[in-house]
């Protein structure tokens, strides 16, 4: 940190990859970049923006000195709160864990540290990743860097936000329904949901398993390869992780001639904000340019998946969540005369309205006599949309789809309508119940054309089958790039639009 050095203004806008060469060629050192966001603007930014709920300078002092030399040397990383971390609390945002300080790191946290980044925060969540907007989180809600009276979507808000405003150029959500994908659009970033069983699930506080991904948000194509390529890969302590190795993605930067791409306009004929529409016509045609080829067909619209997934999801999470007694973790209620009580009085206390709300659903739908009703129909419903997924990637490569129907809407908007609030995930569900991977792109900002929500960001959504990460990654390069052919120059941070303050 002496004079000569970089100093942190110029540091806090980097990539990861550029902060990683820059430590690495001894132009900073870790500590410097570790604390650059700490130190420039983005400081002042997280005073309006809540994104963070934990941190601790001296964990990063300390992350800096253990810097392990490898791809992401001295990367600061913002990590969601359900992930676990030994420096740092882990409480979902729930009141019910107060206090709950994990004795392990999750695998996906401990691979970051192998790779040499460094965890500066905890981010801010819909408890339990249960939302769209982040306003479910005990410790109130995280706003839209962009507009504070919007929301950052959810339930990965802080970690979107964060990354958007420049606190950190890398950052981890989960996923279970659309919690990167749907808030990387509302914040301008990129978002990567992989194919299930790619991140180690190890140390994720589980919602609907069978549902989760760890996922990655940046503001570059690149720093999402980087990433991906340093946490993928089989884990021994997460059975469902696959086996085989991770798909290579060190092509990210090769373009996309020669691949097609489907186009499923009925998606958006109604419903559908015209910036997202004028978005994704963007996309296809940046795509185009490069060479990739455009497939026009029908898809399954998306109220199937959300009526599947709300049975799958709740279902999974009031199993999940049944551990969660007073006992084991967190916080337990003071008066509970006998067992029974303590259970009923700290859950009551402990849980927030949604996560009662999805307790309540999931337990329903898993009872005797509704099971086959509800549980066992969203099964087989399932598998249909599965099929649907694999019949249309036997017609192109990828596809293109919204990332959400709207751009980030109001605080307050949505809060007391959850269905209007489940509705926001219309277009990402399905990319979980089908387990394949998902990539949101963003796509500048949206203009003042006589359209709503002049200066907010836009946002696409790529999908493809399983292990098609390494396609997601150039198609959403070149993208990036605006259509620009392969092998594209790699300096292009300052075309990053950070958000002004309003
Ligand atoms: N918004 C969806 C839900 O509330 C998805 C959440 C998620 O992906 N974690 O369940």
Partial sequence: MSGHHTSAPELWKRSARALAAAVAAGECDALAAVNAGWEGPAAAWERDVHAVVHADPGARAAGAAASAPGPLRGVPVVVKDNLCTTEYPTTCCSRILAGYHPPYDATVVERLRAAGAV???????????????????CYGPTRNPYDLARVPGGSSGGPAAAVAYGLA???????????????????GVFGLKPTYGRLSRYGLVAFGSSLDQVGIFARHAGDVATAYAALAGPDPRDATTRTTPAPDVSGWDLGVAGLSFGWPANLWKEGVEAEVVAAMEEAAAALERAGARRVTFDFLPGEYSVATYYLVATAEASSNLARFDGVRYGFRH???????ALYTRTRSAGF??????????????LSAGYYDAYYLTAQRARTRIRREYAAAFARCDLMLM???????????????????????????????????????VPLGLAGDGGRTGAGLPRGIQLLGPEDAEPALLRAGRVIEMGGERARLPRAHESEFAWPTRR
């Fill in 352 to 365: 927030g309205p949604e996560v009662q709300r999805r307790i309540l659903l999931g337990t329903y739908a």
């Fill in 119 to 137: 965890v500066t925060a905890k981010g801010n969540m819909d408890e339990f990743a249960m939302g769209s907007s982040t306003e479910y989180s």
């Fill in 402 to 440: 919204p990332a959400a129907p709207t751009l980030a809407f109001r605080l307050g908007e949505k809060v007391d309508d959850p269905l209007a609030m489940y509705l926001s995930d219309i277009f990402t569900i399905g990319a979980n119940l089908a387990g394949i991977p998902g990539f949101t």
């Fill in 334 to 340: 003071a008066d509970g005369a006998d067992v029974r």
């Fill in 169 to 187: 150029p890398l950052a981890l959500g989960s996923d279970t329904g659309g919690s990167v994908r749907q808030p990387a659009a509302f914040c």
